[in-house]
């Protein structure tokens, strides 16, 4: 008889699948309403356990399915900010639920819901260390959305930390030793460099970060010499051989990578190509 019953069970779970696998095109195929009707009300959390019958997994799925079935065609300010609270809710329901962080980074920060989508990827980042791409959407979120880019690189290289395949782990490496390069805070990004380096098993990637930490110690310096400079004279100097002429520097430092530094039009040292030294304001 269990046998019976077990057979019985495993073809009833088999045509409850047919069924199911019939009906999903036919339920994507037909319209959705012009507006989201799924996104007017927020149910509490406590309720929506309550109608999971206490299973916080499902109540998750149940709300994620309501995410994913709302149209988002002509949905207006509230109904987005509804959809951020469903997906809050899901995250903490279930922080490592991939369509929901899936759909956080593909509509909530283009709509205005950056912080709850961060809130979001951030979790599932935590849930998840075996996946690199919520830490990558966080990344690009905080350089694209929050203009931080010192935050992106360091979210940047939780990805890469997540990563497994070797290769994808050097490409994120090498975008947040890029986004580091940007930020204004140079020590962080001298820091992450040394950091990455010493992690890498890619002795040419570490020597390629050595050069980039190398190169951003030379601009730091320069920086602090332009700005001493200023102090002294009560100007801003055009030519970096101004520092050198009144013996703030020895010497301007040189390259890692064979460029040339300039002071640009902020007053900042800069990295350009030797013709554009050349053609431009001369060092």
């Known amino acids: 008889m269990a046998v019976v019953g077990g057979r019985t069970g495993l073809a009833l779970g088999v045509l409850s699948f047919v069924v199911y696998a019939a009906l999903v095109p036919a339920l994507y195929a037909r319209p959705r309403p012009p507006s989201s009707g799924e996104m007017e009300v927020a149910v509490p959390r406590f309720a929506q356990v309550l109608m999971a019958a206490g299973d916080r997994y499902l109540a998750a799925d149940l709300a994620g399915f309501r995410a994913l079935v709302a149209s988002t065609e002509k949905m207006d300010a509230e109904n987005y900010r509804i959809l951020a609270i ?24 283009w709509n205005g819901e950056v912080a709850a989508a961060q809130d979001i990827l951030r979790k599932a980042s935590d849930a998840r260390p075996f996946d690199w791409q919520p830490a990558f959407y ?18 940047m290289k939780i990805a890469a930390d997540h990563a497994s395949d070797d290769i994808e782990k050097i490409q994120l490496q090498q975008v947040a030793a890029q986004w580091a390069g940007k930020g204004e805070d140079r020590e962080f990004a001298i820091r992450l460099h040394r950091a990455m380096a010493k992690e890498t098993r890619h002795r040419s990637f570490a020597g390629f970060l050595e050069k980039r930490a190398n190169r951003l110690e030379n601009l730091l310096m320069l920086d602090r010499a332009i700005a001493r400079y200023d102090e002294l004279t009560g100007k801003p100097p055009v030519r970096l051989q101004q520092l050198v002429d009144i013996s703030i520097l020895p010497a301007i430092p040189s390259d890692p990578f064979l460029m040339q530094y300039v002071i640009d039009a902020n007053g900042k040292a800069q990295v350009v190509q030797p013709r554009a030294a050349e053609s431009g304001r001369p060092r």
């Not at 329901?93 to 759909?103: G, K, L, Q, W």
């Open 138 to 155: 966080y990344a690009f979120n905080a350089i694209h959305f929050l203009k931080n880019p010192q935050m992106g690189a360091e979210w």
């Open 86 to 109: 469903v997906q809050s809710d899901i995250s903490w329901f279930n922080p490592a639920h991939e369509d929901n962080y899936y759909i956080a980074a593909a509509i909530l920060p």
